[in-house]
């Protein structure tokens, strides 16, 4: 059995370009990276933080809608959008930032478009939301004799 911070690490990556994809369940315990096309750990995130050994408490949408929101690159209600469009996409667009206040370049759509041409993720299920969140906080910290992810690290 493949340990769960190898497969998140070196297992096999899914495009955001094909999604949905990857098999993604719609509950449970699952901890997911991101990765841009070039090998670079760009953001970890985790869902199913209420799931508790077969039951998830809250009825939100799960891992699937997780990577789902993240997919889509509204930027409201979806942190890890936000971190994309202020880190990766503005820097992109130099001197449009008039078309994005007058609302003909949409920010939400040169987000997507940047996470569909450049980005895919792997996920792993884990038992529990606490060993989730756990998994999440180590990656987080480049505890897992890895660098830290770009978008989210903490620094302690």
Known sequence: ?????????????????????????????????????????????????????????????????????????????????????DRLVLPTLHNRIAEIADGSLSLDKATRDYIKANLGFRWTCVESGKAAFELERRLQRGDAAYVKPLLNPLNT
Not at 5 to 19: K, M, N, Q
Not at 28 to 41: C, K, Q
């Open 1 to 85: 059995m493949t340990h769960p911070t190898e497969a998140l690490i070196s297992g096999p990556i899914h495009w955001f370009s094909d999604w949905p994809t990857g098999d993604v369940p719609r509950s449970g315990a699952v901890v997911y990276t991101i990765w841009n096309r070039d090998g670079s750990f760009i953001y970890v995130g985790m869902s199913g933080r209420s799931f508790i050994g077969g039951a998830e408490g809250n009825g939100k949408a799960g891992p699937w809608g997780r990577l789902n929101s993240h997919a889509s690159g509204r930027r409201s209600g979806d942190q890890f959008c936000i971190y994309v469009a």
